[in-house]
């Protein structure tokens, strides 16, 4: 069965926890999503870094920590990051095509619809969709404001079967593991309750915008829509390809409604 499929990159995937842009390891993500893809399943990338490739192709000039500093990284990043996924998808034979959101794609019903029919039109021409935040031009109030959420309104959009979030950590916990030893790893969540978010509640990585409260919101927004969800750590070997085989990798959200229910709603 051929599946669509929407892959999240947090920032600390893509830089292995440094300041710049882990190509080896976006090479290895594209491998990934390539093989899965050319089985005939639908592919979506959902990618964090610009602001991270911005300092990193300006050199880390020291600049005021403030909004317009942060856009104007994204401006020249995302150009940065999307040059980078056309080089690794190009090695696998495969076309990419940036989207870039804000929250009034999704929430304004005549730009969703328009953002769905160019989402579909990439797919139906077998090219990978490559979305983000539109970081250089969306302000507090029209953000989203983190890539978890974004790739669950995403897969929304998309009418996606799968939702993979990966991150720096293998998954949600019933405590924080580094500060805790013995935490364990949640392999399944039925509910997305009050106590598994306060058990989520401290643990936010240093790159990204997201920690795992942002992951859990994401997971409820996808799982309602009929997408079934997985939060896996980007360092695990053959992850996407495990996970979308059904394989017990992460922690795994299972769909609350068939998409076809879904879709009818
Ligand atoms: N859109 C942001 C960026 O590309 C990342 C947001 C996030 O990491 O959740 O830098």
């Not at 799982?223 to 053959?238: K, L, Y």
């Not at 990798?249 to 998409?259: H, K, M, N, S």
């Amino acid at each position: 069965m051929t599946r669509r499929i929407v892959v999240k990159l947090g920032t600390s995937v893509l830089t292995g926890g440094t300041a710049t842009l882990d190509r080896a390891r976006m090479v290895e993500l594209a491998r990934q999503c390539a093989a899965l893809f050319h089985q005939g399943n639908d592919i979506i990338l959902c990618t964090s870094g610009a602001i991270l490739a911005g300092r990193e192709r300006l050199g880390a000039p020291k600049l005021p920590d403030t909004v317009t500093t942060k856009q104007m990284l994204a401006a020249v990043g995302q150009s940065r990051l999307m040059l980078e996924w056309e080089r690794f998808f190009e090695i696998y034979g495969i076309h990419v095509g940036q989207i870039l959101l804000t929250r009034a794609d999704v929430e304004d019903r005549r730009r969703f619809l328009n953002a769905q029919d160019t989402l579909r039109a990439l797919l139906e021409q077998r090219i990978v969709p490559v979305i983000n935040e539109n970081d250089a031009v969306a302000t507090a109030e029209i953000k989203v404001g983190d890539n978890d959420n974004l790739s669950a309104l995403v897969a929304v959009l998309a009418e996606a079967d799968l939702l993979i979030l990966l991150t720096d950590q293998p998954g949600l916990f019933t405590a924080d593991p580094r500060r805790n030893s013995d935490a364990q790893l949640i392999p399944e969540v039925e509910s997305i309750d009050k106590t598994l978010r306060e058990m989520a509640g401290g643990s936010v990585s240093g790159l990204g915008v997201g920690g795992m409260v942002t992951k859990l919101q994401a997971a409820d927004v996808a799982r309602r829509a009929g997408v079934d969800v997985v939060i896996a750590s980007g360092h695990a070997p053959d992850v996407i390809s495990r996970i979308s085989h059904g394989e017990s990798v992460g922690t795994r959200f299972p769909a609350l409604e068939t998409p076809l229910e879904s879709r009818k709603r």
